[in-house]
């Protein structure tokens, strides 16, 4: 059974960093592109970053392009995303996505909240 | 990037039929793929490539596509298909990794 376990998520102040995690199980982790999308409170679906299954190239929505980085590591089966320079415009549910667009395995999401 | 629109809101009556739009130049190139949201949870996806269902995805959700417009249709609309609905496909920006999410759709089963 494929399970994704987002941590990390928090309250973090403007301007701050925040390191997201994604566990993930049930499957060869090390083949699959990966991503990330979010979802403010009470706003719809926004599709944050991607990554290849190797590592080697990367995805970033405008809105997050040199503040947010994308990782993973192979040997742990995890997915990370780096979040600095924070705004509150990044307050939302952060998912982590397996097979967006055929299989649709999504994480519980992690929240984060950006407030002074 | 890509950007893909959706109506806000649409209402069907139990048992009818309803029909979501998503139009955007990417769908011109790539299919979509539907998911269905309900409050507290995470996405399912209920449609994906030209009209395909996961597992455990009622054959009442069909998907279509024409031009730059995709839909998806609940044919026999029941009261627990109430939700938001987003419609997702490639960002035809040039960077294959990436994807784009519809403005999203809400769905109410009257």
């Known amino acids: 059974e494929v399970q994704l376990v987002e941590s990390g998520g928090g309250l973090v102040q403007p301007g701050g960093s925040l390191r997201l995690s994604c566990s993930a199980s049930?499957?060869?982790?090390?083949?699959?592109?990966m991503h990330w999308v979010r979802q403010a409170p009470g706003k719809g679906l926004e599709y944050v970053s991607a990554?290849?299954?190797?590592?080697?190239?990367?995805y970033y929505a405008d809105s997050v392009k040199g503040r947010f980085t994308i990782s993973r590591d192979n040997s742990k089966n995890t997915l990370y995303l780096q979040m600095s320079s924070l705004r509150a415009e990044d307050t939302a549910v952060y998912y982590c996505v397996k097979g967006l667009a055929a299989t649709g395995y999504w994480g519980q999401g992690t929240l984060v909240t950006v407030s002074s | 990037s890509s950007e893909l629109t959706q109506d806000p809101a649409v209402s069907v009556a139990l048992g009818q039929t309803v029909r979501i739009t998503c139009q955007g130049d990417s769908l011109r190139s790539y299919y979509a793929s539907w998911y269905q949201q309900k409050p507290g949870q995470a996405p399912v996806l209920v449609i994906y490539?030209?009209?395909n269902r996961p597992s455990g995805i009622p054959d009442r959700f069909s998907g279509s596509s024409s031009g730059n417009t995709a839909s998806l249709t609940i044919t026999g609309a029941q009261a627990e298909d109430e939700a938001d609905y987003y419609c997702n496909s490639r960002d035809s920006s040039g960077n294959h990794l990436g994807y784009v999410f519809g403005t999203g759709t809400k769905v109410t089963v009257l």
């Open positions: 990554i290849s299954s190797n590592g080697g190239s990367t």
């Open positions: 049930g499957f060869t982790f090390s083949s699959y592109a």
């Open positions: 490539g030209k009209n």
